[in-house]
């Protein structure tokens, strides 16, 4: 059974860091497409990062270009948000999704490629 579980949310004041985790199970993380997502109230979900099989080819919104680090872990078979110089517009849920692809495609920060997601860590950053 495919799952996928977040963890490493929590409340940071505008500047600071966080690093998301998602452990993977029911397959394995390195050979398909993974990407983060987060949506905040009243807001449409957002791709906010994904990288292709074998961590290849790490793609980012351009809203955290330069402040978020998606990474993989063959051995932990899982995939890694490390978030910098949060800010308040970075609130919000964030979640973990498998694309059953090798590469994440032009179209990955849709989410229509990802069949399977996380329930979710939230993150509360405050000016």
């Known amino acids: 059974q495919v799952q996928l579980v977040e963890s490493g949310g929590g409340s940071v004041q505008a500047g600071g860091s966080l690093r998301l985790s998602c452990a993977a199970s029911?397959?394995?993380?390195?050979?398909?497409?993974l990407g983060w997502f987060r949506q905040a109230p009243g807001k449409e979900r957002e791709g906010v990062a994904a990288i292709s099989a074998g961590g290849r080819n790490p793609t980012y919104a351009d809203s955290v270009k330069g402040r978020f680090t998606i990474s993989q872990d063959n051995a932990e078979n899982a995939v890694y948000l490390q978030m910098n110089s949060l800010k308040p517009e970075d609130s919000g849920m964030y979640y973990c999704?498998?694309?059953?692809?090798?590469?994440?495609?032009?179209?990955?920060?849709?989410?229509?490629?990802?069949?399977?997601w996380g329930q979710g860590t939230q993150v509360n950053v405050s000016s």
């Open positions: 029911g397959f394995a993380a390195s050979i398909d497409c």
């Open positions: 999704a498998r694309a059953r692809y090798w590469n994440c495609g032009a179209d990955w920060s849709t989410g229509h490629p990802f069949g399977d």
